[in-house]
C-alpha cells in the first residue's frame, strides 16, 4: 500500500465546528457507545484527543507511537491514554493523567468534550476525551514508552486516503478504517480502535459546517 504523507500544514478548522461534532453524537440512539464489541474486561480507560491550534481554530491533532518495547500495543500509533485508576475523579481527569504521564503535559488543556465509547482489541472500553491546547510551541516529554509524538495536520485528514479493512476477533467481524501514514522518513499503519474512532469522528466532523 502506498503511504500518505500529510502536508507539514494546513486550514484551522474552527473551534465551533469542532464543538458541533462533539454534539450531533450525543443525539444519536447510542451517545454513549461507538463499538459493537463487548468488552471483556468491566475496566474502563480514556484517551486524550489533542487538539492543537490558536484563536483561528485546529491545526494539528498529537498522536504517539507506542515504543517497540511497550508492554501494551509495542510501535502502534495511538492517542496518548490509559486505564482508569482509584484516584481519578472521572473519565477525563484520566486521560489529563495520562496525557501528563505521556506527554508531559501539564496545563493548558481546555476540555472540550467527550466522544462515544470504542474497544481496544475487544478487552476495554475507552472514552476519547477532547482537548484544546493552544501552545504557541508544543514540547513534549516522552515517557519511556513511547517512540515519539507527532503533531498531523487535521484538514489534510478529511481527505486522506483511507481504506477499510475486515477484522475479525471473538466471532465479530469489522471493517475497521486503516490509513498508511508516513512523516519525516518514518511510516506505520493508522489502524485498529484507534483508526476506528478517529475515522468515525472524521466523518462526523466533515459534515459539520
Known amino acids: 500500500m502506498t503511504a500518505w504523507r500529510p502536508p507539514t500544514d494546513g486550514p484551522p478548522v474552527p473551534w465551533p465546528r469542532i464543538a458541533e461534532s462533539l454534539r450531533l453524537p450525543q443525539l444519536g440512539a447510542h451517545p454513549h457507545k461507538l ?46 491514554g490509559g486505564m482508569v485508576e482509584s484516584g481519578d475523579r472521572d473519565l477525563p481527569a484520566t486521560a ?75 466471532d465479530l467481524a469489522l471493517e475497521v478504517p486503516r490509513l498508511e501514514l508516513a512523516m519525516d522518513g518514518w511510516a506505520a499503519p493508522l489502524w485498529g480502535a484507534t483508526a476506528f474512532v478517529f475515522k468515525a469522528w472524521l466523518d462526523v466532523l466533515k459534515g459539520c459546517r
Do not use: M, N
Not at 468488552?39 to 515504543?67: N, Y
Not at 510551541?137 to 484538514?155: G, S, Y
Open 96 to 170: 489529563r493523567r495520562e496525557v501528563a504521564e505521556e506527554l508531559g503535559i501539564t496545563g493548558g488543556l481546555w476540555e472540550l468534550g467527550c466522544f462515544p465509547d470504542g474497544v481496544a482489541k475487544a478487552q476495554v472500553r475507552f472514552t476519547p476525551v477532547f482537548f484544546r491546547w493552544e501552545e504557541p510551541e508544543p514540547r513534549f516529554t516522552l515517557d519511556r514508552e513511547l517512540e515519539q509524538a507527532l503533531l498531523v495536520p487535521l484538514a489534510p485528514l478529511l481527505e486522506a486516503p483511507w481504506t477499510l479493512e475486515l477484522l475479525d476477533r471473538h
Open 35 to 80: 463499538s459493537p464489541r463487548i468488552p471483556e474486561s468491566p475496566r474502563r480507560a480514556a484517551v486524550g484527543v489533542i487538539l492543537w491550534g490558536d484563536a483561528a481554530g485546529a491545526r494539528k491533532v498529537v498522536l504517539v507511537q507506542r515504543g517497540y518495547g511497550a508492554p501494551q500495543h509495542p510501535g502502534e500509533v495511538a492517542f496518548p
